[in-house]
């Protein structure tokens, strides 16, 4: 990967990071009300989101002082929103089969962040038949799979069937992807890989089918200015042993941030409310950190901090 393209990446990721930073208070969780995990506007997923993006900064460990220092205020304000762990604690023990606590908890364990009750909690459910039985769709049973690794739970799941269930797992007829079906298509990838830690954990099949369809795809999407999946796309590219894309998806990244950092999902207009705004394209910032990052550290040969289990 050429020089440029490393500049543009770094730049397009630190930009949103510092984006995502100076906007956190629009992130924060209500107090004293019952959250509505069906209300679109929740912060709770973007909060897990920004927990995401910013342990993998930490993981990866080639961002600057500056950014490594607005990361570390990021997990840690999330935590906080979280009320330490108590919040996904105790989400988790009201709600048995659902997955998201386990999912987000994950993204703090990534960073060294526990909870001593949580982590209880979840090995004990790990041994439920009925834990391990719940109906999702393929790549999101990856998603709980690749959470219960990071966390550092018994369970070993077969992880060749679980590629091989998934659409991408398939190697299907590229041109008839669409776009929820893309969305699923790069994490798949991103769980088997865990985030780019291990390329060398996707299947040869996949791999190989990648190599030749992935940058049709970042090309299609770029087209159309679909700015979040394009920049999902890129993060696949970073989690291959050897990437394939050009420098055409990053330099239309770059070309649609803006000044501030914020990098729309689409070619809509930005709401003038900066609430609203934040709402509306934290996801992508989200994603343009996270690609900004795997696809410097991956280009610098760096390990990740911690190993899988």
Known sequence: MNADVLKTAHTVGSRALRWLHENAEFGT???????????????????????????????????????????????DFAWEQFRHGDFLYERQVRHTLVTDPL???AHFARAGIRHERMDDLLTHLDGLRSVRAIEMMPNRRLGVANASRVVGLPHRPDWA??????????????????????????HTVFHLTDWGAHPELLPADIRDYLRIWLPVWVDVWQEVSQFD???EL?????????????????????????????????????????RQ??????????????AGTITLSRSLGAKPAAALA
């Open 29 to 75: 969780l209500p107090t004293h009300t019952v959250v509505d995990f069906d209300d679109r506007d929740s912060a709770y997923k973007p909060l897990g989101e920004a927990a995401l993006a910013t342990s993998l900064v930490l993981r990866e460990g080639v961002a600057g002082p500056g950014d490594l220092a607005a990361a570390r205020t990021l997990i």
């Open 103 to 105: 999912e987000t908890y």
């Open 161 to 186: 069937a679980l590629a091989a269930a998934t659409w991408l797992g398939t190697t299907p007829e590229p041109w008839v992807i669409d776009w929820m079906t893309a969305y699923n298509m790069t």
């Open 229 to 231: 999946l394009v920049g």
């Open 234 to 274: 890129l993060i696949v590219d970073a989690c291959l042993e050897e990437p394939v894309c050009d420098s055409r998806g990053w330099d239309r990244l770059a070309a649609a941030q803006h000044a501030d950092g914020l990098l729309p999902r689409d070619a809509d207009p930005v709401d003038k409310d900066a």
């Open 277 to 290: 705004a934040f709402k509306d394209h934290e996801h992508t910032a989200v994603v343009a950190i996270v």
